[in-house]
């Protein structure tokens, strides 16, 4: 679930930004047998704003049986279209980078993710830390001689999107443990997860009604979907 390994492959080399950011890590560890990925999410999401939710397929084997749920990003990396990266801070500074080739974007991606350093006293089987996110189907342009003339920009869903996320909640199916991480930086002090605990806790989570405002509309028939 972490950073997708396309840009790996670039040999590009960059100057790196004067940005250093050391974290430190504190978690918690519990039972999971009475809740699930999405009850959790669903406790989190009003709470904290962009809020994400990688849920594992398999519960049955011990291997890669982890699901995740992030929550309150403290630095983040979009490419919200094929001309721009936005890029946000932990010291609450912004850049914006014009994209002039763009088979450069991996290359700044990986730059970004050599800016943050994590805490290495904690040893884990599984991913707690790092970059979360996702990457489209129209990123494929970033890596690949490819260019789509009629791509729809009016989703508005980013081309990439990765960020760190101050808190992690990993659950392990197959042992029906959830941890709960807390990152933050070195000179910081942690904000505490009881607030998440409680959440996590909690027996209520908000449900909200759904409706359609005008008429259905499709680009295709029922016979040329067909």
Do not use: W
């Not at 406790?43 to 994400?52: P, V």
């Not at 939710?53 to 919200?80: K, M, N, R």
């Not at 800016?115 to 990457?135: E, I, R, T, V, Y």
């Amino acid at each position: 679930p972490l950073i997708a390994a396309g840009f790996l492959f670039f040999s590009i080399l960059r100057k790196m930004r004067n940005k250093n950011f050391k974290f430190k890590t504190t978690f918690k560890k519990q039972l999971a047998d009475t809740v699930t990925p999405v009850s959790i999410y669903l406790k989190l999401r009003d709470r904290f704003a962009n809020s994400f939710l990688l849920e594992s397929s398999d519960y049955h084997g011990d291997e890669d049986s982890y699901s995740y749920i992030c929550c309150d990003p403290i630095a983040q990396f979009i490419v919200p279209d094929k001309s721009s990266i936005d890029i946000s801070y932990p010291d609450n500074t912004s850049e914006k980078i014009s994209i002039e080739d763009r088979k450069n974007v991996g290359s700044h991606l990986n730059d970004f993710a050599s800016s943050f350093q994590p805490d290495s006293q904690h040893k884990f089987d599984f991913a707690q830390n790092g970059l979360f996110g996702f990457m489209s189907y129209d990123a494929v342009q970033f890596f690949e001689d490819v260019d789509f003339s009629n791509s729809n920009e009016d989703f508005e869903i980013p081309k990439l999107h990765y960020s760190i996320f101050r808190y992690v909640i990993v659950l392990h199916h197959f042992k029906n443990e959830l941890y709960i991480f807390e990152h933050y930086l070195e000179d910081d002090e942690p904000k505490g997860i009881k607030q998440i605990e409680s959440l996590i806790a909690s027996k209520n989570f908000p449900s909200f009604n759904f409706s359609t405002s005008g008429e259905v509309q499709s680009n295709l028939t029922d016979d040329e979907f067909l």
